[in-house]
């Protein structure tokens, strides 16, 4: 089954302990992108990747480093966690253009993330 | 910069009833997509519909239809014969490619609930 896979789907954890949310898309896609969901403030990007070790900041990258060695996976690293990163984080993969692309995202099931 | 707008942060529908969602955008790009995408309770974030910016006609899907208007920077889902099943967290999306790369921006989010 095509999808994109998030782990782990809940995590409570203290203030500078650092932590890594892992993605993974099985449908070769080239595009992946990270973004977190706040109350009254919708779906905000983190960072995202065109391809493998092409990496880019997205609009609230403060706090936070991606990594992009394989084309499946695109984990998510909070080195120094602070309560103001406690939220709802997504991630998603756009298929390669020109290949029935529709440019349309495919997210994962979410990350419920709690700093306490 | 581009921005989408969702005026509407909570509304309600009688089951079997029609609900119109709004979403304008502001944008001085001429090519672009428009999505809107549904989040149950489970959190997980479904396409509902999308609309290229080139093509005039409305998309449909089902019981969904949007009513696109280019020049007002208008995107609003129509949502007929309603479900209870329908009630969600409802997100209207902006994207346009840039020098190879992906750019989404997503509203705020319209809470909507389906009463029986």
């Known amino acids: 089954e095509a999808q994109v896979t998030q782990n782990p789907r809940y995590l409570i954890t203290v203030t500078g302990k650092k932590l890594t949310v892992t993605c993974s898309q099985n449908m070769n896609h080239e595009y992946m992108s990270w973004y977190r969901q706040d109350p009254g403030l919708g779906l905000r990007q983190i960072y995202y990747?065109?391809?493998?070790?092409?990496?880019d900041k997205g609009d609230v990258p403060e706090g936070y480093k991606v990594s992009r060695k394989e084309k499946r996976n695109f984990p998510l690293i909070l080195e120094s966690p602070s309560p103001n990163q406690t939220s709802l984080y997504f991630c998603?993969?756009?298929?390669?253009?020109?290949?029935?692309?529709?440019?349309?995202?495919?997210f994962g099931p979410g990350t419920r993330l709690t700093v306490l | 910069a581009q921005t989408v707008t969702q005026s509407q942060p909570e509304m309600s529908v009688q089951e079997a009833e029609t609900v119109t969602l709004s979403c304008t955008y502001d944008?001085?790009?001429?090519?672009?997509?428009l999505f809107w995408y549904k989040q149950p309770p489970s959190r997980q974030m479904i396409l509902v519909i999308r609309?290229?910016?080139?093509?005039?006609q409305n998309a449909t899907e089902n019981r969904f239809s949007v009513n696109f208007q280019k020049a007002a920077k208008s995107f609003s889902l129509k949502i007929s014969d309603s479900q209870l099943g329908d009630t969600a967290m409802y997100f209207c999306a902006f994207m346009e490619r840039s020098r190879g790369t992906y750019k989404y921006i997503f509203g705020t989010g319209t809470r909507l609930k389906v009463l029986a």
């Open positions: 998603a993969s756009i298929p390669q253009r020109g290949k029935t692309s529709t440019d349309t995202q495919y």
């Open positions: 990747s065109m391809n493998v070790e092409v990496t």
């Open positions: 609309q290229e910016a080139y093509k005039q």
């Open positions: 944008t001085s790009e001429n090519n672009y997509y």
